[in-house]
């Protein structure tokens, strides 16, 4: 049996995806692209694995392999998958896609020449209760499908040090000035997903509300962006990026014009299904609670998964596709990838417009292209040293104070 040969860039996420891809039996990890060598090594060791490791992409772009993971930096992916096109190499690519509207334009411009497969590698979707709802979208029962809600909410303790250590450890680093919108594959996915919708329209607000760190150089001060999309099929939609309010939740819900579904905050994988109750379908009651089941044929696999399933299940997805010669579906296709990515980049501009209502173009068509291909707007510092060219915040001269730019330097010091 020929295994898929998988390179994977970016050591620290990247263990997460790999350790999933080695439960497949004809996918193999061939190799590892990571600058850090504390972070690599801790990547061989946890793996058990020993591959070749390079600092360089174009070295590690290179090896024989497949498909490529990008499990580097949150904005940086689109360059390197273009590389990767290049090579006619499978992309696996996490969170957005592009970090810029150019980018976006560039990446599909790059994909429509090669013959690579490109995957969103967003999980959310592939949770327990968002395959539920899904599936209940699919049977018609909740009638007309008019508007979903999706809400990311992961807060963090201000004291919690081993995160800044692990995850923020310089102070340019892009955590420190993704605005509220950007990250918003997690809360916009499994909407999207459910419904088969695409946002054409996109407006935000966003709720400034410092979080209380004695050491940070966290340079956005809003607490969370509320974000409305309208579709292509007339719905609409209600999400946030990642937010830091209330409790950590993941919570999603879609209302026909005859019932609605939705997963509970705090109660697990729980959801509760309701009818209008004139519209009750046969069998079912006016309100239904229920944990749904999983009813796959890799059940344990996925319930020892990460993110509730979905690390292991989007994984597989991936590698079907390869095996299969086929692009994946919406919202995984590279097309669904770039439109939520503007959904991220164009929200942003809406906040700091004061809510104004922006367009999600269709890169499809040239002309859209032709009016964003050289829009390289960015909140975030280059790894070439080029800093940012608009605000990540919506109070646009906040910044941290100059005590707790000290307290973050002490921890790093030794």
């Known amino acids: 049996m020929k295994k898929i040969k998988i390179g994977i860039f970016g050591a620290g996420r990247g263990a997460d995806i790999a350790e999933n891809l080695m439960l497949f039996d004809d996918c193999e990890i061939v190799s590892l692209c990571e600058r850090d060598e504390k972070r690599a090594e801790k990547f061989l060791s946890r793996l058990n694995i020993d591959i070749p490791v390079f600092k360089d992409f174009d070295e590690f772009i290179e090896q024989d392999m497949d498909a490529v993971v990008l499990a580097n930096f949150f904005h940086e992916h689109a360059p390197y998958a273009i590389k990767c096109f290049e090579r006619n190499i499978h992309v696996y690519s996490e969170c957005i896609s592009n970090g810029t509207m150019a980018e976006g334009v560039e990446l599909l411009r790059a994909f429509e020449k090669t013959d690579s497969i490109y995957m969103?590698?967003?999980?959310?979707?592939?949770?327990?209760?968002?395959?539920?709802?899904?599936?209940?979208?699919?049977?018609?029962?909740?009638?007309?499908?008019?508007?979903?809600?999706?809400?990311y909410n992961h807060g963090l303790s201000p004291d919690d040090y081993d995160f800044l250590k692990?995850?923020?450890?310089?102070?340019?680093?892009?955590?420190?000035?993704?605005?509220?919108?950007?990250?918003?594959?997690?809360?916009?996915?499994?909407?999207?997903?459910?419904?088969?919708?695409?946002?054409?329209?996109?407006?935000?607000?966003?709720?400034?509300?410092?979080?209380?760190?004695?050491?940070?150089?966290?340079?956005?001060?809003?607490?969370?962006?509320?974000?409305?999309?309208?579709?292509?099929?007339?719905?609409?939609?209600?999400?946030?990026?990642?937010a830091g309010f209330g409790a950590h939740s993941n919570s999603y819900r879609v209302c026909g014009d005859l019932g609605q579904i939705e997963n509970l905050r705090g109660m697990g994988e729980q959801v509760m299904l309701r009818y209008n109750n004139w519209s009750i379908p046969e069998g079912m009651e006016e309100n239904n609670l229920y944990e749904p089941e999983w009813n796959d044929k890799d059940e344990e696999k996925i319930e020892n998964s990460g993110h509730g399933g979905g690390d292991f299940i989007a994984c597989r997805m991936f590698l079907e596709c390869i095996k299969e010669n086929r692009q994946p579906e919406h919202p995984y296709d590279i097309y669904s990838a770039v439109t939520m990515s503007s959904v991220a980049i164009l929200g942003h501009r809406s906040v700091l417009s004061g809510?104004?209502?922006?367009?999600?173009?269709?890169?499809?068509?040239?002309?859209?292209?032709?009016?964003?291909?050289?829009?390289?707007?960015?909140?975030?510092?280059?790894?070439?040293?080029?800093?940012?060219?608009?605000?990540?915040?919506?109070?646009?001269?906040?910044?941290?104070?100059?005590?707790?730019?000290?307290?973050?330097?002490k921890l790093f010091e030794g």
């Open 355 to 409: 809510g104004m209502p922006i367009d999600i173009p269709d890169f499809r068509k040239e002309e859209c292209r032709k009016e964003y291909e050289n829009d390289r707007e960015t909140p975030f510092w280059g790894t070439d040293g080029s800093a940012p060219t608009i605000p990540c915040c919506s109070k646009t001269d906040y910044k941290p104070t100059d005590e707790q730019i000290e307290n973050y330097n």
């Open 120 to 151: 969103l590698a967003e999980n959310y979707p592939q949770m327990k209760f968002n395959r539920e709802m899904k599936k209940v979208c699919d049977g018609g029962t909740l009638g007309k499908l008019i508007y979903a809600e999706g809400e």
């Open 166 to 242: 692990g995850y923020i450890y310089f102070p340019r680093h892009w955590r420190n000035y993704v605005p509220r919108t950007y990250y918003v594959t997690h809360s916009l996915a499994p909407i999207m997903w459910a419904t088969g919708a695409t946002p054409v329209k996109v407006s935000a607000q966003a709720v400034f509300n410092p979080m209380t760190e004695v050491a940070t150089t966290r340079c956005v001060g809003d607490r969370a962006a509320i974000i409305t999309t309208v579709n292509d099929d007339g719905t609409v939609f209600k999400f946030t990026g990642c």
